[in-house]
C-alpha cells in the first residue's frame, strides 16, 4: 500500500512540467485553472493533473512505456473533454444514478474482490483513494453507462430471427466454449472519409500491424495510435466468452493462439487490430442454484426512524400470522419500487443477486418461513423463501450470449459515431 501511494506521489511531481510557473502561488502550491471549456461547463487543471497521475501510477505498476508527457495530456484532456460532454448530456435529460443504485454496484464490486461492504472505504483509504472520491467517480462511470444504453443502446435492435441464425451459427462452433482475453487498437476512418482517407488509415494500420510484429508492444501501441476508448488502458478489452466478441473479428480470434495478433480488420467505419492475450475453455453446460422470494422493504427517512420501521414490520408479521396475505401487504407497505406491485415477489433469482446481508437471511431460511425483521444497507426487510431449485440455464445463456454478440456488434461502431457527434455538435475552448 505504500508503494502506490508514493508512485502516486511521484506521479503527482511528474506532472508539475505540464503547469506553468504562473500557476503556482507565492507558497510553492498549485492554484487551479480551467484546462477547457466544454459547452457551459469546465475541465479544471486538477482533473488532468489527477487523471494523468493515476495513469502514470497504473503505467508504471504495468511497466507501460507511455507517449510522451505533451502527448499524454493531450489523451487525457481529450477524455475529460468526451467525459464532460456525455455528462452534460445526461443533465439535459435528467438522468441520474440513486444512492441505491450507487450502493448495489459498490456491494458487488466488493464482493468480486471478496471483501466487505463496510471495509471498502478503509481499503480505498490504504491505495490513497478517499472513498468520497471512489463513489463521485464510480456514480459518474454508472452515469455513462446508462447514458449510452439510452443514447445508442436502445436504438439497437435484435431480432429473434438475428438470434436465431446466431444460434445456428454457433452450434458446434469453437468459439462458443472459449472465452478470450483480447486486446484492441482502433484506427478510425471516419463517416465522410473518401478514398485518400480510407486508405490512410488502411497504411496507418498495417504500419502498426507491421511494429508489433518486429518486436513493439501491443499495450504501448494502443496508447499512442488507437482511437477506442481503452486506448489508455493499453487497448484491454478484459475477458468474454465466445459468443461475446464483436463480429468484426469474432470469426479471426477463434483461430488464434494465445499472444497472437490478427491483420488489420476493416469494419464500415474504421480498421481494428486484435490480440489474443490469454484463451480457456468455458463449460459447455451451466447449472445454477436459484431462489424464488418476496420480502417487504420499509426505509427509514426523516419521518420514520429505524424503531418504526422495524415495528411496521413486526404489525406485518403479525397480520401475516392472522391470516392476510403476504403480497397484499407487500403492495401497500413495501418501498421497494421494484417488487411491491408484484406483492413483493423477486421471482426467481441467480446467485449474487442480493447484497450480502439480505443473501444471508435468504441462504438460511427454510422454503415457506417468513424472517424476523432484519436490517440492511437499504432499509428493513421481512423475507419469504417460496421456493428453491438448480435450474439449467444453458440455453438462456446462448441466447443472452448471442443477443449480446449481436449487440456488441452494432454498439462499438454507433458508440464511437454518437460520441464524435456530441462532440462535433459541443462548444469547446481548449485553454492550455
Keep these: 500500500m505504500l508503494k502506490i501511494k508514493y508512485l502516486y506521489a511521484a506521479a503527482i ?14 507558497t510553492g502550491e498549485f492554484i487551479d485553472g480551467i484546462a477547457a471549456i466544454v459547452n457551459d461547463g469546465v475541465v479544471l487543471k486538477s482533473q488532468l ?14 511497466d507501460l512505456q507511455l507517449p510522451p508527457a505533451d502527448v499524454l ?8 473533454i468526451l467525459t464532460e460532454v456525455q455528462l452534460q448530456r445526461a443533465a439535459l435529460i435528467g438522468l441520474q444514478v440513486s444512492d441505491q443504485m450507487l450502493n448495489e454496484s459498490i456491494a458487488r464490486i466488493a464482493t468480486a474482490n471478496n471483501v466487505e461492504f463496510e471495509d471498502m472505504p478503509r481499503l480505498l483509504a490504504e491505495d490513497g483513494v478517499t472513498y468520497a472520491t471512489f463513489r463521485s467517480s464510480l456514480r459518474d462511470e454508472l452515469t455513462l453507462d446508462q447514458l449510452k444504453r439510452i443514447d445508442v443502446g436502445q436504438r439497437i435492435t435484435v431480432s429473434p430471427r438475428e438470434v436465431e441464425q446466431c444460434l445456428a451459427d454457433l452450434e458446434g ?32 494500420a498495417q504500419e502498426i500491424y507491421m ?19 481503452t486506448s489508455l ?29 490478427s491483420q488489420p480488420l476493416r469494419s464500415a467505419g ?44 413486526d404489525d406485518a408479521l403479525e397480520k401475516i400470522a392472522a391470516g392476510e396475505d403476504f403480497g397484499e401487504l407487500a403492495k401497500l407497505l413495501s418501498d421497494d419500487p421494484g417488487s411491491a406491485n408484484n ?39 421481512i423475507v419469504e423463501v417460496l421456493g428453491r431449485r438448480v435450474y439449467d440455464n444453458t440455453e438462456d445463456l446462448k441466447e443472452g450470449n448471442c443477443d449480446l454478440l449481436i449487440r456488441n456488434g452494432k454498439m462499438d461502431e454507433e458508440t464511437q459515431a454518437w460520441i464524435r457527434r456530441l462532440r462535433d455538435e459541443a462548444f469547446i475552448d481548449i485553454r492550455i
Excluded: C
Excluded at 493533473?49 to 504495468?62: D, T
Excluded at 490469454?278 to 463449460?283: D, F, G, I, K, Q
Excluded at 425483521?373 to 428493513?380: A, E, L, V, Y
Design 233 to 261: 488502458e493499453g487497448g484491454s478489452l478484459g475477458w468474454m466468452l465466445g459468443a461475446q466478441v464483436p463480429t468484426i473479428y469474432a470469426d479471426v480470434v477463434v483461430e488464434m493462439q494465445a499472444g497472437d495478433v
Design 270 to 313: 474504421s480498421f481494428h487490430i486484435v490480440k489474443v492475450n490469454e484463451l480457456r475453455s468455458a463449460a459447455e453446460r451451466s447449472e445454477i442454484d436459484q431462489v424464488n422470494v418476496r420480502h417487504i422493504l420499509i426505509t427509514p427517512d426523516q419521518i420514520i426512524d429505524d424503531e418504526t420501521a422495524k415495528q411496521r414490520l
Design 13 to 26: 511531481l511528474a506532472t508539475a512540467p505540464l503547469i506553468a510557473a504562473d500557476e503556482l502561488s507565492d
Design 343 to 381: 406483492g413483493g415477489g423477486m421471482g426467481w433469482t441467480d446467485p449474487g443477486t442480493f447484497v450480502p446481508e439480505f443473501d444471508q437471511i435468504v441462504k438460511a431460511a427454510e422454503v415457506g418461513s417468513i424472517s424476523e425483521p432484519f436490517q440492511s444497507r437499504f432499509g428493513w426487510h
Design 211 to 229: 511494429e508489433i510484429q518486429s518486436g513493439a508492444d501491443f499495450g504501448e501501441m494502443a496508447v499512442r495510435h488507437s482511437d477506442h476508448l
Design 173 to 204: 462452433s469453437v468459439a462458443v466454449n472459449s472465452e478470450f482475453n483480447l486486446s484492441h487498437i482502433l484506427i478510425e476512418i471516419g463517416e465522410s472519409a473518401g478514398v485518400v482517407e480510407v486508405d490512410e488509415a488502411a497504411a496507418k
Design 73 to 80: 495530456q493531450e489523451q487525457v484532456l481529450e477524455r475529460l
Design 49 to 62: 493533473r489527477e487523471e494523468v497521475a493515476s495513469i502514470l501510477v497504473r503505467a508504471s505498476k504495468e
